[in-house]
């Protein structure tokens, strides 16, 4: 048989590597930096680096520019060696690797100027969001194009995985990324209420699940075998694996919102689902670690395999924990709090993170010819690594257990035992703990750093790698008894559309019936479209973060009612756009703000941004002072509302026109309401629109009962 000859392209695995371990520093100190700010809100320094603006940087950073290239340099190096053949363009390769980087620059540039979506993990802006869908499609033509020339006529079980990675994202992404823009930067969602809360966790919970799990249970289905130098344990449980993680995981979106507004059909399709995928999930980890069997006592002398080990280990206990999670008697409990950050971080940290790290420990001395530099500088990054999640996940589990306790506490007269601040102070050392957990994880990132430039600088990149294989036969010819799943590994189109459609089905049955049938979102005649100033304000809500530690949602708990006033109702949303119910409580819920004993004065509202701690003492939220010297931008307001009248806000014709001159007469009233509380300050400042927000909130729910006391 004729033997051709070929080279695997190792450059665009070094590029990618490196931008790993740049990105996944940089993440992981913006992760630092606002972890800090918790324990120390001086750390706020400007509005550029306050808590509501880099949060969501770490978060994008983390999982799109460091598991994000982590993935594609664990992709392209498998995909060549498993195909036996190049990738299909070099000219594609080094579009992807810039086109990539140059999305998370703009990311890193935008998020803290204050231009967001203000969606979790899909903060965005619209121009962004095109920029990713140009360059995952350019991903996915030099994937399947590698595919389709392969050497290799079955296709491993990693590339399923990679497959269903690339088709899933795309749905997720252009669903989610739906936005009509009202100027070169800015736009709103597609979507309003409980229908963008529900397209938001169905993104949510999906993209944790086909970018940060799918593809990472590719590269361990490659490299653990590899590094342990075993077959996989069970070819048979990898198709159960694959097949049923990809369907059942679609569905679980809804769990992220139990007890919400959400309707209650929605929100048990996503608890039975949720539950279900600890099989399917505990399936693959057992795959992963019976494959080291007979080679245990490897583990304690080989670093990589250390890594290895913790990572799958960590994604057992996270898969186990997400189910638990979608209870809604442990959700009654664990969500808006710390509980949900450690659940979150044991998954990043372990999973993602140290699988990441034994990959690059395993490829960086191969394409360089070379021994690791030091054994020992990677097994303290090992421990360090370890300790780190610890001191991080396990003071973060106990905050959340506590603030739990603490919101539904009682006293004997039938009165909350605590207030929302008490609570907040509570958790410094908490915070504190979890930021020297950081510190220890950052560390080991450098010792990795240091090591894995000392190992390059001892080798020399092997930029073209040769290999040698037979063509693949035109023909295929199966063998009796050949397993019946042998047919579709040979067919990556089919196995393509058949994941596809294979995820469809979920979401299709829980996103169509929220959109199309009106019971779901029953309206409400007293809630009306924001005033052009309230809208205005809305917008600073979003753009400076503040969902990201306030909650605008009031869940049916007596806690809750006694706090916070009337629980909250599906058609109070209409008009939101995007919905801004919040995931973590760091501060009070806001949903009734505007009304009942929760009501403060305008003044309060000004003194609060100026300096949170001189109103409510031992508060950790970030001080606000440019809001008073910064002139609100009103020449988007036409826009806006034109925008808005698109999406169903129902809006007069021609009223934008009159706008702004509404928005002068409310914004002179704050101001004169000001100005009788001794504070002089022009109607044309950003907080005067913040505190119309603030005090519109609740307002449209007229019998909403007193909290019976302060939150």
């Known amino acids: 048989m004729q033997v051709e000859k070929f080279y695997y392209d190792n450059k665009i695995v070094r590029n990618f590597a490196y931008a790993t371990v740049i990105w996944g520093a940089v993440g992981m100190l913006v992760g630092l930096i606002v972890a800090l700010q918790l324990v120390f809100p001086v750390l706020n320094i400007t509005q550029y680096g306050s808590f509501g603006r880099l949060r969501p940087l770490h978060t994008n950073a983390v999982i799109f520019a460091f598991v994000g290239n982590g993935l594609f340099m664990g992709v392209y190096y498998s995909l060549q060696r498993l195909c036996k053949a190049r990738m299909f363009s070099d000219k594609l390769s080094y579009i992807h690797f810039w086109g990539w980087q140059l999305i998370i620059v703009a990311a890193a540039i935008t998020l803290p100027i204050g231009l967001t979506q203000g969606a979790e993990y899909a903060e965005l802006i619209w121009p962004i969001d095109i920029a990713i869908t140009v360059i995952w499609v350019i991903f996915g033509w030099n994937m399947f194009g590698t595919i389709i020339k392969r050497r290799e006529k079955h296709l491993y079980v990693a590339i399923w995985f990679y ?7 795309a749905v997720l992404h252009l669903v989610r990324s739906g936005q009509i823009p009202y100027t070169w930067l800015q736009s709103y969602s597609w979507y309003s209420g409980v229908q963008d809360a529900l397209v938001q966790w169905w993104y949510g919970h999906n993209a944790v699940a086909f970018f940060l799990t799918t593809p990472y249970l590719g590269l361990m289905y490659y490299f653990m075998p590899k590094a342990a130098n ?6 048979r449980l990898s ?25 209650n059909w929605a929100q048990s399709l996503g608890v039975v ?5 600890i099989f399917p999930s505990w399936g693959g980890m057992i795959n992963g670690l019976l494959t080291l069997r007979g080679a245990w006592d490897r583990v304690r002398d080989d670093v990589i395999l250390k890594f290895m080990v913790v990572a799958v280990t960590c994604y057992g206990m996270a898969t186990f924990e997400g189910p638990m999670l979608s209870l809604k008697s442990v959700s009654a409990i664990a969500h808006y709090t710390d509980w949900i950050v450690a659940h979150v971080h044991v998954g990043a ?6 699988l990441t790290f034994g990959v690059l420990y395993w490829v960086i001395p191969r394409m360089f010819k070379t021994e690791l530099y030091s054994k020992k500088l990677a097994n303290n990054h090992f421990w360090l690594g370890t300790l780190g999640i610890l001191f991080y996940a396990i003071p973060m589990y106990w905050a959340g257990f506590q603030q739990s306790s603490m919101w539904k506490q009682f006293t004997e007269a039938g009165q909350l035992k605590y207030t929302f601040l008490e609570t907040v102070t509570y958790m410094k050392p908490f915070y504190a703990m979890r930021s020297l957990g950081g510190v220890l994880y950052l560390v080991g990132v450098v010792f990795m750093i240091v090591n894995l430039y000392k190992t390059v600088k001892a080798g020399k990149l092997v930029a073209n790698e040769e290999a040698e294989a037979a063509p693949l036969a035109k023909e295929y010819v199966a063998h009796k008894g050949e397993h019946w799943h042998r047919w579709i590994e040979r067919k990556p189109v089919q196995l393509m559309v058949l994941s596809l459609v294979v995820i469809l089905i979920g979401g299709a049955i829980e996103l169509i019936p929220t959109f199309l049938v009106k019971e779901n979102v029953p309206t409400i005649s007293s809630v009306k479209p924001y005033t052009p100033l309230e809208l205005q304000g809305r917008d600073l809500y979003v753009r400076e973060g503040c969902y990201t530690c306030h909650s605008q949602m009031i869940r049916p708990f007596r806690s809750e009612t006694e706090r916070y006033g009337e629980y909250s109702k599906a058609g109070e949303f209409v008009y939101d756009h995007p919905f801004q119910w919040g995931s973590k409580r760091t501060g009070p819920d806001l949903a009734r703000e505007g009304v009942g004993n929760l009501k403060k004065s305008d003044g309060w509202h000004f ?11 031992g508060s950790v939220m970030p001080a606000y002072p440019f809001m008073l010297q910064n002139d609100l931008d009103i020449s988007t307001t036409e826009a806006k509302i034109n925008a808005l009248r698109k999406l169903g806000v129902p809006y007069e014709k021609g009223y934008e026109k009159n706008a702004n001159a509404d928005l002068v007469e409310q914004s002179k009233q704050i101001a004169n ?18 505190i119309a927000y603030m005090q519109r909130l609740g307002k449209d729910i007229t019998n909403s009962p007193t909290p019976t006391q302060n939150r």
């Open 349 to 354: 940290l372990g999973w993602n993170g140290m």
């Open 607 to 617: 003194r609060h941004f100026r300096e949170p701690s001189s109103m409510s003492e």
């Open 239 to 263: 198709i159960i694996h694959f097949w049923a993680l990809i369907f059942l995981y679609i569905w679980a979106g809804p769990h992220h919102l139990l007890y919400t507004a959400l309707p």
């Open 673 to 690: 309401n000001l100005k009788s509380d001794s504070i002089i300050i022009s109607p044309k400042k950003e907080v005067i629109a913040l």
């Open 163 to 169: 497959i269903a990675t690339f088709v899933t994202v």
């Open 230 to 235: 075993r077959p996989v344990y069970s070819y």
């Open 273 to 277: 689902f949720s539950f279900m995928l």
